[in-house]
């Protein structure tokens, strides 16, 4: 690890040169830990560190940040922009699929339903605000650099070349935008940990001496609770909405439904091992679960590929069996219909939302709370004689599994 901290520093010393260097922080460890790279690498005042309150942030998020920065050594300029990112706007493609440069413009952030589109207007206004702040301090825009936090697995989920040239878009990051790719091509964007996982930067930021509350922080994405919001003002039900409510109720009652011939069934078996179909005639037997096509879109990858489609619900008013709905999580979105996901509650209709204050005000409260009832909990289950700590299982499935034996 003390080869790659040495590494970054070269790369950003050769990179950057005598130039300004505009670092955007989050709070988060990403961020944070290329801060702290900068300040090692370059002299003070090249190093211009600014936190943007996007009004997405979580619970006197941006005060945190700054307070905790400070005590570290980085003098953090704070910028309040929520208004600007809620009435924020950009030019996309006029389609996904379109190879020419036609762009339209999007509807405000406060207004729009698409995801890409939302994180797309978020990094994009990002770099409006700091463009703006950099013209504030009479410097041009085009003699400072850009220091983001940006790891491998941001520019592989965005597509990027640097990544991959051949990966499909699962989501577009906000620190690998159109605007920033373009600096990129220009050599003006210093991204000091683009070779590395999380786990890596961590260990990085422990060895710059950085405080574990900073180095081991809860993950939290750029946009901030923008994405955590669903938006529309309309239930989501294209053709295909019937059949699949039908093939997902014939999956989680499959012993029953093998009494009765339906083309269904055969889909079912096309694309399930002998192995799985007796898995589900056992669930299916041992528990009374109903299935509930939601009517909202979400983002997933399906054959590391981008998808953007319905949720299941799973719900059962008996004692929930765990292990049997973690597997049919795994199995539903490999079947041939349009879901990407499984959670436990039915949900019918949709309250029609979007980025508003109200919405974000209720979402931070949420989020705050969540944390809350965490600590309590783990502070509840220390009492508990013999145990000496309590932890939380991070791992996807896979490579990890429902249980650990």
């Not at 409006?128 to 825009?141: G, H, I, Q």
């Amino acid at each position: 690890m003390e080869s790659r901290e040495k590494s970054c520093v070269k790369y950003i010393r050769e990179t950057a040169g005598d130039h300004k260097v505009l670092m955007l922080l989050s709070g988060g460890v990403d961020s944070t830990v290329c801060a702290a790279l900068l300040h090692k690498a370059l002299k003070d005042d090249q190093v211009i560190a600014v936190h943007i309150d996007n009004g997405f942030m979580r619970k006197n998020e941006s005060n945190h940040v700054e307070v905790s920065l400070r005590e570290i050594g980085l003098d953090v300029k704070v910028i309040r922009s929520a208004h600007t990112f809620y009435t924020g706007s950009t030019a996309v493609p006029v389609t996904q699929s379109d190879g020419t440069s036609r762009k339209r413009k999007t509807s405000t952030l406060n207004t729009t339903e698409n995801p890409e589109e939302k994180r797309n207007i978020i990094g994009d206004t990002f770099m409006k605000v700091a463009n703006d702040f950099v013209e504030e301090l009479n410097l041009k825009t085009e003699d400072v650099y850009l220091g983001q936090g940006t790891l491998r697995p941001d520019l592989i989920e965005s597509a990027s070349e640097l990544a991959s040239g051949k990966a499909d878009a699962i989501k577009t990051h906000h620190n690998d935008t159109e605007l920033v790719r373009e600096l990129r091509k220009q050599g003006r964007v210093v991204e000091p940990l683009k070779d590395f996982h999380k786990d890596e930067v961590r260990q990085i930021g422990k060895d710059l001496g950085l405080p574990d509350e900073m180095v081991q922080r809860h993950p939290f994405p750029g946009p901030g609770l923008a994405i955590r919001v669903i938006c529309g003002d309309h239930p989501y039900m294209c053709k295909d909405f019937g059949e699949t409510s039908v093939l997902l109720r014939f999956i989680v009652d499959y012993e029953n439904a093998l009494k009765t011939p339906h083309l269904l069934i055969t889909r079912i078996k096309d694309s399930t091992t002998e192995e799985e179909r007796e898995e589900l005639k056992r669930i299916s037997s041992e528990c009374n679960l109903t299935s509930t096509l939601l009517p909202i879109k979400t983002v997933g990858v399906q054959g590391d590929c981008r998808t953007y489609s319905y949720v299941v619900g799973l719900s059962t008013d008996e004692k929930p069996p765990w292990t049997s709905l973690m597997y049919l999580a795994k199995l539903i979105p490999r079947q041939s219909i349009s879901s990407n996901g499984s959670v436990k509650y039915p949900l019918e209709d949709i309250t029609p939302t979007y980025l508003t204050s109200l919405v974000l005000s209720t979402l931070r409260q949420a989020d705050y709370l969540c944390t809350k009832v965490l600590d309590r909990m783990v502070t509840e289950i220390l009492t508990v004689p013999g145990l000496s700590r309590v932890m939380y299982d991070l791992t996807s499935k896979p490579p990890g599994t429902t249980e650990w034996e």
